[in-house]
């Protein structure tokens, strides 16, 4: 009943720029966090960007200055803008929300959860 879509993955030049977005859909009351991580081939998933409802902000020191994470509250929407590009910027990037206080309608019941979405490819070529 809740889920996260990510869009604006692609492949990119270095020092290129891409935008990403993450819309979450449901009866959703309000989202604590919400955040950018991402997976390179072989590596763990790490932590990009993170935003909680009142706009406070968390970057990774690998993005610091070259990334800007916005939300908007209304929409339910979290933004990932990327500028100066470089190869090891290339992974498939997820988007999630923390703490996801939504309206459970098969149980009637108010819940909160994290949710995680499908994920984006981002590929920046060497």
């Known amino acids: 009943q809740v889920q996260l879509v990510e869009s604006g993955g692609g492949l990119v030049q270095a020092g290129g720029s891409l935008r990403l977005s993450c819309v979450a859909s449901?009866?959703?009351?309000?989202?604590?966090?919400m955040g950018w991580y991402r997976q390179a081939p072989g590596k763990q998933r790490e932590l990009v960007a993170t935003?909680?409802?009142?706009?406070?902000?968390n970057y990774a020191d690998s993005v610091k200055g070259r990334f800007t994470i916005s939300r908007d509250n209304a929409k339910n929407t979290v933004y990932l803008q990327m500028n100066s590009l470089r190869p090891e910027d290339t992974a498939v990037y997820f988007c999630?929300?923390?703490?996801?206080?939504?309206?459970?309608?098969?149980?009637?019941?108010?819940?909160?959860?994290?949710?995680w979405g499908q994920g984006t490819l981002v590929t920046v070529p060497s």
């Open positions: 449901g009866t959703i009351f309000s989202i604590n966090t």
């Open positions: 999630n929300a923390d703490r996801l206080w939504y309206r459970d309608y098969a149980t009637q019941r108010d819940r909160v959860l994290e949710v």
């Open positions: 935003i909680t409802i009142g706009g406070s902000t």
